[in-house]
């Protein structure tokens, strides 16, 4: 889609892969990198399982694709990005074929990290790097307690560590929705990278410091549902009562959910279990953060007006009047701003 026209339009490229779904891909480098997926291999004739009206004999039958594609997007053309056929050593071959995987660029070592997925038979719970500098692929090792086989789960980087959310093998591992992470560097000593189930306390807790419809920045390892209009929240709601959780805390186990990473947040909507089928939208604070100075002004100020109005005082701050309400009109747009985004539970004329 063109940014400036609105509108989608098809990118003509040499060298395209094989049509495939259930791939993964993700951008590093000023190029986008495609892995495995389900479909016909080149041998089917490369250019026309890429067309969308191709007709392949009855007799190819689409298959697990274990390849990579390097997509360059200045000059718009592919290629492929190291060979799928084992090298001489086996720390360094290919991952197997597989679908519902997720791929995250690392970054600070240069690479690409696979993890999971499965070939509709066998299910994956194996973590795979591949060299952006040399174009090879190493079997990462790993400890502690490592995700269960998955597919159709979501992956993203933050400081340092490689989160893994949900997903199962057909059918989530449980009711709530699992969350881990794995250091993409070995520290204190360990030889071996160690997966660890992310710490994820009750929503409860968060509620307790602010108004549940407006989550806080500086919240840690926690789930907070959001708000997603007509037929999202309701409907999760709904489907929490049928499984007898009036209030639930975090997600119910999921699988084929589509999420973002954003301002130390992961972002999780829909998705399904299985039996249902998702409208919710939830927030996965994976790290503090330090709140805006903006928001820690909005909040003195709305604590300072809840004191006085508690008080009986009848100053005028920002315009308070005797009857205990404050006039925002005096205050700067940045605070008035702040103070709308906080939604708190205060009377305040806007």
């Known amino acids: 889609m063109t940014g400036k026209a609105k509108h989608w339009s098809l990118v003509n490229s040499s060298g395209c892969p094989t049509a495939r779904s259930g791939h993964c891909a993700t951008v590093a480098r000023d190029a986008l990198y495609v892995f495995g997926g389900c479909g016909h291999p080149a041998a089917a004739s490369s250019a026309a399982a890429a067309s969308v009206d191709a007709q392949l004999p009855a007799e190819a039958l689409p298959i697990c694709l274990g390849d990579l594609h390097v997509y360059d997007l200045a000059r718009q053309r592919w290629s492929e990005g190291g060979s799928a056929a084992p090298s001489a050593a086996p720390e360094t071959m290919s991952p197997c074929r597989r679908i519902g995987h997720t791929m995250v660029h690392d970054s600070t070592r240069n690479r690409l990290v696979i993890f999971g997925g499965s070939t509709g038979h066998e299910y994956f719970n194996d973590t795979q790097a591949f060299d952006l500098a040399t174009g090879t692929w190493t079997a990462l090792a790993t400890t502690g307690e490592r995700p269960s086989p998955r597919y159709k789960h979501q992956a993203f980087l933050d400081a340092d560590f490689m989160y893994v959310v949900g997903g199962g093998s057909f059918e989530p591992e449980g009711p709530d929705l699992d969350v881990y992470r794995l250091p993409l560097t070995a520290g204190g000593g360990k030889a071996l990278l160690e997966w660890e189930r992310a710490p994820v306390p009750s929503t409860a807790t968060a509620a307790a410091a602010a108004p549940a419809a407006v989550p806080v920045v500086g919240e840690k390892l926690s789930w907070v549902s959001l708000p997603s209009g007509q037929g999202g929240s309701a409907a999760f709601a709904a489907n929490a009562e049928e499984a007898g959780r009036a209030t639930p805390s975090s997600p119910t ?59 009986g005082g009848r100053g005028r701050v920002g315009g308070a009047g005797g009857d205990g309400k404050c006039e925002l009109g005096g205050l700067p747009g940045e605070l008035r701003e702040a103070l709308q985004r906080l939604n708190m539970q205060a009377e305040v004329v806007l």
């Open 253 to 311: 186990g999921r699988s084929f959910h589509c999420a973002f990473f954003h301002g130390g947040a992961c972002y999780i909507t829909g998705g399904s279990d299985g039996a249902r089928k998702f409208g919710d939208m939830w927030r996965f604070c994976a790290r503090e953060t330090p709140p805006p100075l903006t928001t820690l002004a909005a909040r003195a100020f709305v604590s300072g007006a809840t004191a006085r109005r508690n008080g």
